[in-house]
């Protein structure tokens, strides 16, 4: 096989990682079952036969619902790879939305897991000709017999492919994968991928992030969203790697338990997840006033800074090169923590209708405080009069920007202009080489009393260090800025702070906050909620339920 077959065509780069790894280790799910490469192969194959002999054809709309796991990224594979259109669904999804996904792809098949069973009414999905179990991958419902009988035929047996898995050249702008978001802005919108996106990618990837066969990754980001599927899933499998699935709810302590028994090469994160180690394991202790005098020496600071790094590092497994961390803004305050500690983070920036890459650079050489550096298949541009100072919305065009969304012509063409451009919504400017520094959001910029433009994000990430508070939304309320902050529960039961000596710390707080904003942006006041804030599957906080 030569590399025009192997690596020109999205399905080559898997056929490739196939037939060079069959005995490795490919697919795990966490304290659970393992395939090799040749195992996975096998089962591809199957639902491939099954596909065939069912009559589901290329392009069909084939749904995934489940938590991440070794079957669904078989399932995924073989969808894609079989030429139908993948559908994931996100499990944190209401089964409302759930149905209102199915129904809207149009979607033909679905592969769930048996978590979900009971949250999808077969009645309210008319279009589905069948479904089968991710658990077990046994047949659930079949509407018709032909149907049953080629899944018991095929995929069902348990045994292997009869046939050599064959994966045909996909055409770069055949669509691939439909993606539903669930945005901060509360719409949810069937993002069209081709196998260009994709492509575009994971050659990106593979051309700058040192992944090599046998490398251990773990996947916690749900893979129902282009984050996770592209970089803790479709990249390192195209290179050999050994993927350990989450098979249950990534809570932190979870994260890091599998972190330190399966020693990620490449981990990526979101920033909810750095932001909460760094605020219960490392601030509490650098924090004392002891430790607050010994910083200020410099040989000692040097000293202890090593031994926080050493204690991180440990933290995540010890054997990975970066950490990328994408999805949201990271606190600037924990992003200077951990550039002093010289610990090796970077930050990208994407989303889902760029398939999700629109900048990233290697933690060595990557600019403080930036998004990465465009990739070197995009351009950009800065709707701004000077894009290198003033701040405008962040406009971008190349391979990986999506077809449109699903049966939406309207938000497809408010999305992308009549020159190509896509209106990525993110405010943000440039420098002479390309870096990307985000400012916030277009919807959420707010206008002060003399047209000053007022960023929610930058007073929250001031608002969010301060103590008690975990997390928190600005909004404006009759002309004035109000701070909604939802209080840290097991902190103030730690330090037995009852609900007077709290209204008291947030007066303290909302002084502090004030204290380093200009007068034009400084909150009127701080209400307490009662509940976490409401979030989007990638934790950000939908924003539209509190305006």
């Given at each position: 096989?030569n590399?025009?077959?192997?690596?020109?065509?999205?399905?080559g780069l898997?056929?490739?990682?196939?037939?060079?790894?069959?005995?490795?280790?490919?697919?795990?799910?966490?304290?659970?079952?393992?395939y090799t490469?040749?195992?996975?192969?096998g089962?591809?194959?199957?639902?491939?036969?099954?596909?065939?002999?069912?009559?589901?054809m290329?392009?069909?709309?084939?749904?995934?619902?489940?938590?991440?796991?070794?079957?669904?990224?078989?399932?995924?594979?073989?969808?894609?790879?079989?030429?139908?259109?993948?559908?994931?669904?996100?499990?944190d999804?209401?089964?409302?939305?759930?149905?209102?996904?199915?129904?809207?792809?149009?979607?033909?098949?679905?592969?769930?897991?048996?978590?979900?069973?009971?949250?999808?009414?077969?009645?309210?999905?008319?279009?589905?000709?069948?479904?089968?179990?991710?658990?077990?991958?046994?047949?659930v419902?079949?509407?018709?017999?032909?149907?049953a009988?080629?899944?018991?035929?095929?995929?069902?047996?348990?045994?292997?492919?009869?046939?050599?898995?064959?994966?045909?050249?996909?055409?770069?702008?055949?669509?691939?994968?439909?993606?539903?978001?669930?945005?901060?802005?509360?719409?949810t919108?069937?993002?069209?991928?081709?196998?260009?996106?994709?492509?575009?990618?994971?050659?990106?990837?593979?051309?700058?992030?040192?992944?090599?066969?046998?490398?251990?990754?773990?996947?916690?980001?749900?893979?129902?969203?282009?984050f996770?599927?592209?970089?803790?899933?479709?990249?390192?499998?195209?290179?050999?790697?050994?993927i350990?699935?989450?098979?249950?709810?990534?809570?932190?302590?979870?994260?890091?338990?599998?972190?330190?028994e399966?020693?990620?090469?490449?981990?990526?994160?979101?920033p909810?997840?750095?932001?909460k180690?760094?605020?219960?394991?490392?601030?509490?202790?650098?924090?004392?006033?002891?430790?607050?005098v010994?910083?200020?020496?410099?040989?000692?600071?040097?000293?202890?800074?090593?031994?926080?790094r050493?204690?991180l590092?440990?933290?995540?497994?010890?054997?990975?090169?970066?950490?990328v961390?994408?999805?949201?803004?990271?606190?600037?305050?924990?992003?200077?923590?951990?550039r002093?500690?010289?610990?090796?983070?970077?930050?990208?920036?994407?989303?889902?209708?760029?398939?999700p890459?629109?900048?990233?650079d290697?933690?060595?050489?990557?600019?403080?405080?930036?998004?990465?550096?465009?990739?070197?298949r995009?351009?950009?541009?800065?709707?701004?009069?000077?894009p290198?100072?003033?701040?405008?919305?962040?406009?971008?065009?190349?391979?990986?920007?999506?077809?449109?969304?699903y049966?939406?012509?309207?938000?497809?063409?408010q999305?992308?202009?009549?020159?190509?451009w896509?209106?990525?919504?993110?405010?943000?400017?440039?420098?002479?080489?390309?870096?990307?520094?985000?400012?916030g959001?277009?919807?959420?910029?707010?206008?002060?009393?003399?047209?000053?433009?007022?960023?929610?994000?930058?007073?929250?990430?001031?608002?969010?260090?301060?103590p008690?508070?975990?997390?928190?939304?600005?909004?404006?309320?009759?002309?004035?800025?109000v701070?909604?902050?939802?209080?840290?529960?097991?902190?103030?039961?730690?330090?037995?702070?009852g609900?007077?000596?709290?209204?008291?710390?947030?007066?303290?707080?909302?002084?502090?906050?004030?204290?380093?904003?200009?007068?034009?942006?400084?909150?009127?006041?701080?209400?307490?909620?009662?509940?976490?804030?409401?979030?989007t599957?990638?934790?950000?906080?939908?924003?539209y339920?509190?305006?």
């Amino acid at each position: 096989m030569n590399k025009e077959t192997s690596d020109n065509s999205l399905t080559g780069l898997y056929r490739n990682a196939f037939l060079q790894n069959p005995d490795l280790k490919a697919f795990s799910d966490y304290e659970g079952s393992s395939y090799t490469y040749g195992e996975a192969a096998g089962l591809i194959g199957r639902i491939h036969q099954f596909f065939e002999q069912g009559n589901i054809m290329p392009g069909d709309k084939i749904a995934l619902l489940g938590r991440n796991s070794s079957n669904w990224a078989i399932a995924f594979l073989a969808i894609v790879s079989y030429g139908a259109v993948a559908v994931p669904v996100l499990p944190d999804f209401n089964p409302v939305d759930m149905h209102h996904i199915v129904n809207h792809s149009e979607s033909r098949f679905i592969f769930l897991a048996d978590a979900f069973l009971d949250k999808l009414n077969l009645s309210e999905l008319p279009g589905l000709d069948g479904a089968a179990s991710l658990s077990g991958m046994s047949r659930v419902f079949m509407k018709t017999t032909g149907l049953a009988d080629a899944w018991d035929h095929t995929a069902g047996t348990g045994g292997k492919s009869s046939e050599p898995l064959q994966l045909k050249p996909i055409p770069m702008e055949q669509l691939c994968v439909i993606s539903y978001t669930s945005g901060t802005s509360g719409f949810t919108k069937g993002v069209m991928l081709s196998a260009g996106s994709l492509y575009s990618n994971l050659v990106f990837a593979r051309e700058h992030m040192p992944l090599k066969a046998g490398d251990r990754i773990v996947s916690f980001l749900p893979m129902a969203h282009v984050f996770g599927l592209l970089f803790e899933f479709l990249f390192p499998a195209t290179v050999g790697c050994h993927i350990t699935f989450l098979t249950k709810a990534p809570t932190p302590p979870v994260i890091v338990k599998a972190f330190k028994e399966v020693k990620p090469r490449l981990i990526l994160s979101v920033p909810l997840v750095i932001e909460k180690i760094y605020k219960k394991q490392i601030l509490p202790k650098i924090e004392t006033p002891v430790m607050q005098v010994l910083l200020k020496i410099p040989g000692v600071a040097t000293i202890i800074r090593r031994k926080v790094r050493e204690k991180l590092v440990e933290t995540f497994g010890g054997d990975f090169f970066e950490i990328v961390i994408g999805g949201a803004a990271l606190n600037s305050e924990v992003e200077s923590f951990f550039r002093k500690l010289n610990f090796p983070f970077t930050i990208g920036y994407g989303m889902t209708e760029c398939g999700p890459l629109i900048s990233y650079d290697g933690a060595k050489s990557t600019r403080p405080f930036s998004a990465g550096k465009l990739v070197d298949r995009m351009q950009v541009r800065i709707d701004s009069p000077d894009p290198y100072h003033q701040v405008g919305e962040i406009l971008v065009k190349g391979d990986n920007v999506m077809l449109g969304y699903y049966k939406n012509e309207e938000a497809t063409r408010q999305a992308i202009d009549d020159d190509g451009w896509l209106h990525t919504g993110d405010l943000g400017v440039i420098d002479h080489d390309h870096y990307i520094y985000i400012k916030g959001r277009c919807k959420n910029m707010l206008l002060g009393p003399s047209g000053q433009n007022i960023y929610p994000e930058e007073i929250e990430i001031k608002l969010s260090n301060l103590p008690f508070v975990a997390e928190c939304v600005v909004v404006e309320r009759e002309a004035k800025l109000v701070g909604l902050v939802f209080a840290d529960a097991e902190g103030m039961q730690e330090h037995k702070i009852g609900p007077e000596r709290l209204l008291e710390i947030m007066e303290a707080n909302l002084r502090a906050v004030n204290k380093d904003l200009p007068k034009y942006s400084q909150l009127s006041r701080i209400e307490l909620v009662n509940s976490e804030f409401e979030k989007t599957p990638k934790r950000n906080i939908k924003r539209y339920k509190y305006l």
